[in-house]
């Protein structure tokens, strides 16, 4: 059956798509909907108390104790209001915090995934821009529930009170509205150029921390220092031109808001009540509410502007929150049988790494390839592990095609880098990951990769410093193994592993990985000991 679609019904899917609200609870929204009609009401209290205190005034309508009476009344009625408004104030800042922690969810997986984003865009991301929506996007969707609430309580009691003028209010707040579209396309821009600066400036100051060590060494701190302070200068100069946008935009709309809505309905109320159709209570509760008809459309459409700032932001988020997370590939309980890559050929553009290479490995085997420098081993294993894909040739896995798919490959395999990355976190967390792990599989990974002594010296919650500086390197290659044995994959690669180790260290890795009988090993490298060599199956050496 052919379904109809209607303009409004692709507009409103697109509105919310565009929502950030989308992502906290539909009963949180709903509680901060009725939170907010209380909170708009505490203007419409004060408007109705002064209304009915200036009619018995000026009427002399009652006596002095009635109005005290009134007074006190409002002033309880504001009270409790104020109580509403703590658990509204409370409500919207743990939405925020929801929004928050949801985005930054999805966006650090979108980025470990994909790989693909350098780190300055990567940081910005997470960062800069996270923030910029939050302030300029999240809250602001949050304030124009509130003041639309506002306007609809607000304009109900006028049209109760005094319809004619209350119409006139609502007509010429529309005014403002076609003024800022003029600004809308132009805020937009400028708000690209400071986010583009913004990234540039966040990346200047990431590599002038890292370089530090650099920079000291060649006394060139001056020009480092320089490179930071003109990104900083383009950045701010991007901000400020963006600032000042928007505040021209808010200050030509406020002037016109207050011409055509403020002071042609307060002449017509005047004469109304030079001609006696209504009281000053009554004028005046209308002047007062009409803050609450001005002010609020006023505000929307300057927090429009605000939020069509964020777009070049949002449009990166909405890439992670349209992106499916990889899920976990539970680990293959099928008995390895072994790898072969057959008759495989990789070319780098124009030139051929390798061509018609075949290899086979079996269960428990011990393989060396060693090749020269800029050979192309590092690319080999990366063709193994499918994070390429070859232009001729294939790779088998249990006799299964797992040629160029990471998905199916890489759970046969862990890694042994020559430079491993480690967390500025606990001992622990460096070799479990973050993976849930008994107490018996750490303390047997611990001392077959020959970690014991330290883990019992330092203890599993010693904090091992930025990129491991508390660890000596051997530690830290250490930990790379442990990684790998918890894993219980059946094939370790080790690429270059050793190659910025002493030889005494170097060998005690080797020994530890080696003579491990549970798992294969490939290890590429072009220079090891003959003592070394002697503990491998085999050992393959490529021209």
Known sequence: MKQNISRYDIWKRGTMANLSLRFTSKGKMILYFLLSIVYAFGNVVIAY????????????????????????????????????????????????KDINVHLKAKTMAYLIEQQDDSQKDGLSLMTNDVKQIETLKILNELTIITEFMSFVVSVTVGLLNSWILTLLFIVTTVIPGFVQKFFTKKIQSKSEAWEKANASYTQNVSDGLNGAATADLYDVQIPIV??????????ENAL?????????????????????????PFLVGAILMFQGHIGAGTLVMIVQLSND???????????????????????????????????????????????????LTYKLKDKTLFSDLGLSVHPNEKVLLMAP???????????????????????????????????????????????????????????????????????????????????????????????????????????????????????????????????????????????????????????????????FDRIIQFE
């Open 240 to 264: 400020k031109s963006l600032n000042y946008t928007q505040a021209v935009a808010g200050e030509i709309i406020m002037a016109v808001a207050e011409i055509f809505s403020f002071i042609i």
């Open 49 to 96: 108390i002064t209304k009915i205190m200036l009619n018995m005034a000026q009427y002399r309508q009652g006596s002095v104790k009635q109005l005290i009476t009134v007074a006190a009344s409002g002033a309880l009625a504001i009270i409790l209001i104020m109580f509403f408004n703590f658990a509204y104030r409370y409500l919207k800042f743990d939405i925020v």
């Open 373 to 535: 420098s800029g050979w192309g081993k590092t690319t080999l294993l990366r063709l193994i592990l499918g994070k390429l894909k070859p232009n001729d040739g294939k790779i088998y896995i249990d006799k299964m095609d797992v040629t160029g798919d990471w998905q199916k490959a890489h759970d046969s395999f862990s890694y042994v880098n020559q430079k491993p990355f480690i967390f500025d976190d606990t001992l622990k967390f460096n070799i479990s990951l973050g993976r849930k792990v008994t107490d018996s599989e750490m303390e047997e990974v611990v001392e077959k990769s020959g970690l014991f002594s330290l883990v019992g010296e330092k203890g599993w919650d010693y904090q091992v410093g930025e990129n491991g500086a508390n660890l000596s390197g051997g530690q830290i290659q250490r930990i790379e193994i442990a990684r790998a044995l918890l894993s219980k994959r059946p094939i370790l690669l080790a690429d270059e592993a050793t190659s910025a180790l002493d030889p005494e260290l170097s060998l005690a890795i080797h020994n530890t990985i080696l003579k491990n009988p549970q798992i294969a090993v490939i290890e590429v490298a072009h220079k090891i000991s003959e003592q070394e060599k002697s503990m």
């Open 226 to 235: 320089g490179r930071v302070v003109d990104g900083a200068k383009r950045m």
């Open 293 to 343: 008809f001005v002010n609020p459309v006023i505000n929307i459409f300057q927090q429009i502007n605000s939020i069509q700032s964020t777009k070049p932001m949002w449009d990166k988020v909405e890439k992670a929150l349209k992106f499916d997370e990889a899920k976990p590939v539970s680990v293959n309980n099928t008995k390895f049988t072994g790898l072969d890559v057959d008759n």
